[in-house]
């Protein structure tokens, strides 16, 4: 089984016109896709909008009941730290409201006093466990507060893809070049070139056999080609 | 009480439904970063699919067996 799955990546795949990268890779961080549509890739802007902004609002979704609010899994906390956001504010301005929200509670607000109200509001953080408003959550949620949290980190992770995607194209495939079909035609062509080269006195670059073992000058000779 | 681990079983199985959409979508977007043309991309990303599909099913198995080995 081969490391990479699927067709080689053709070369006409990779002669697409990027216009800015930069302002396209932005522009893909900002909403998922939108850099590609900005590049005229309609398909892949599609594909990758609906792929990583379904995901994303799929894991707020799962972070939300009626007891703690919608979308209680996107959050920025410092105290304890949530490193999960790290992954999450890939997803674009999607995920920006729980910095906005973050604001608010640094500056000693209440959800009541945000216009976003609980959505992505951090967890209040207590030493006693009974007011701990994370422990609430997780125990609100119940496992839906990890699979909310799982699903709207790998959106965030795979919008980086799109990200490169749409600032420098298509990664190439890299092919073993010892298993190649066109690596193992120029060794044997490379030989052949050899053995000739060993059993004629003339040989050279130029000489027929080399020239019809396909190493002769480029453009070849028609002379030599019709002697051949 | 008998029906205790047919119902943890079941519940276990109910949850794996939820890597559905992040193998499809893991899939999708991963080919789409390595190819351009879209009968390429989903070709690819069956492919890719198929391939975390298997992987998730041998590590779910031996998970279940280790856990059968230690619970068991």
């Known amino acids: 089984m081969s490391s990479e799955p699927g067709p080689k990546s053709d070369p006409e795949d990779t002669a697409i016109e990027l216009k800015n990268p930069a302002l396209a890779a932005f522009l893909a961080w900002l909403v998922p896709g939108l850099g590609h549509f900005y590049q005229g890739r309609w398909a892949k802007g599609l594909l990758f909008s609906v792929s990583i902004l379904g995901t994303f609002f799929l894991g707020l979704f799962l972070g939300s009941n009626a007891e703690v609010g919608p979308g209680r899994v996107v959050y920025v906390s410092r105290d304890p730290f949530r490193p999960h956001y790290l992954c999450q504010v890939w997803a674009g301005v999607a995920a920006l409201p729980a910095l906005y929200q973050y604001r608010q509670f640094s500056a000693g607000k209440s959800p009541g006093d945000s216009p976003l109200g609980r959505f992505m509001w951090p967890p209040k953080s207590e030493p006693d466990f009974r007011g701990n408003e994370a422990d609430h959550l997780n125990l609100s949620l119940h496992r839906f507060f990890e699979l909310g949290t799982v699903y709207t980190m790998i959106a965030g992770l795979l919008n980086i893809l799109a990200i490169f995607d749409a600032g420098a194209g298509p990664a190439p495939i890299l092919e073993d070049p010892k298993k190649t079909p066109s690596a193992e035609k120029t060794a044997a062509v490379t030989s052949a070139a050899a053995a000739v080269a060993a059993t004629s006195p003339d040989a050279s670059p130029s000489s027929p056999a080399a020239v019809g073992a396909g190493l002769g000058p480029p453009g070849g000779d028609a002379k030599t080609r019709e002697k051949l | ?72």
Do not use: N
Not at chain 2, 18 to 38: F, G, H, I, N, W
Not at chain 2, 49 to 70: K, Q, R
């Open chain 2, 1 to 72: 009480m008998d029906g205790l681990p047919l119902f943890a079983a079941t519940m276990w199985l109910s949850d794996l439904i939820y890597a559905a959409p992040l193998v499809v979508v893991v899939s999708l977007v991963y080919a789409a970063t390595r190819q351009e043309k879209m009968e390429h991309i989903l070709s690819h990303a069956t492919r890719l699919g198929m391939m975390i599909t298997f992987f998730l099913a041998v590590i779910s198995a031996l998970l279940s067996w280790m856990d059968w080995l230690v619970s068991g």
